[in-house]
């Protein structure tokens, strides 16, 4: 997902791209506000000057994070609208348990009185998009930017140790990037305010715990329910793209079991055919994870499909 130093991963090469191409076309910060409801208000110059007020208290309570190191993506898409202006959000959250959470809730600094994180409920929008209701989103202004969220979501991640790994992941993680755009007046200094002009993008790289025997991780208790959750939600994803691939090839019209998992239900709207899906998967190269790697190779591989 990250990488290292000199060949990036798919979120740092994802964000490089988009912020190449859109360039000088960003829009000041605040302009856009997100309305809880999955779409976009747009606020006026005083607006926004009083959200970023608000805003500089909190920034300057975070985290520091350690530097982001890399060798930069030069990628850029061309041909973007030059009448449009464009901002970047970010979310982050993570499925344990079979219940959403959001990395980046803020939480107490009084480490004492902290409460446990509340799960967070799956709701549509008025277009019925499917999405996380109650996360925090946050805009972001360079990879840098959106990496440091990144980094303070992982410190809450939950990860364990287990026979076979020092840090062995507890849950699947989405971080989803949104790219909203806009038109803005003849004379290019002011965002028009119609909410109905306002075009959001989305891209969601999910982070998949990886599948467990219980008999080689020697896990028991909390750890082998975790587990049994995890391997649970892979079961349901991959019985929704076999399903998927079988309606495209067959043309049959069985229903995509998506709603079994909510790892699944998350991407309601791409099983639905209203996106592109990816799949990269990780083959280790060691001989002792042979049997491991075949049943990955022959349960990925024959169900790609198109959406």
């Known amino acids: 997902m990250i990488g290292n130093t000199g060949n990036g991963g798919m979120l740092p090469r994802s964000l490089d791209t988009i912020f190449n191409s859109i360039g000088n076309l960003q829009a000041e910060r605040y302009v856009f506000k997100p309305d809880k409801q999955n779409g976009m208000n747009i606020q006026n110059e005083f607006q926004a000057k009083m959200e970023q007020q608000r805003n500089k208290a909190a920034a300057s309570q975070k985290q520091d994070c350690p530097d982001f190191i890399r060798v930069p993506d030069t990628t850029k898409v061309e041909g973007l609208d030059e009448d449009n202006v464009y901002a970047v959000f970010i979310t982050f959250v993570e499925v344990y348990n079979n219940y959403v959470y959001d990395l980046l809730e803020e939480t107490d600094p009084d480490e004492i009185h902290q409460k446990a994180p509340q799960s967070k409920n799956l709701r549509e929008d008025q277009s019925r998009n499917m999405y996380v209701s109650g996360v925090n989103e946050y805009e972001v202004k360079s990879t840098e930017e959106a990496y440091e969220l990144l980094w303070r979501g992982q410190q809450r991640r939950r990860v364990a140790q287990t026979q076979l790994n020092h840090e062995s992941s507890r849950s699947h993680s989405v971080f989803t990037i949104r790219l909203v755009q806009a038109p803005v007046d003849a004379t290019g200094a ?6 109905h002009c306002v075009t959001i993008s989305q891209l969601s790289l999910v982070d998949l715990a990886g599948s467990e025997r219980a008999a080689r991780t020697r896990t028991h208790g909390g750890k082998l329910r975790e587990a049994g959750n995890i391997n649970a939600a892979l079961m349901v994803l991959r019985q929704c793209m076999e399903t998927l ?5 067959n043309g049959t019209s069985r229903i995509v079991p998506y709603r079994d998992s909510k790892l699944t239900h998350i991407f309601k709207n791409y ?6 899906v990816r799949m990269i998967v ?3 190269p060691s001989a002792d994870e042979y049997d491991e790697s075949l049943v990955c190779e022959i349960h990925t591989f024959p169900t790609r499909f198109d959406t």
């Open 271 to 276: 099983f639905d055919g209203e996106g592109k």
């Open 190 to 195: 002011r965002v028009l305010n119609e909410k």
């Open 282 to 284: 990780c083959i280790s």
């Open 245 to 249: 691939r079988d309606n495209q090839t």
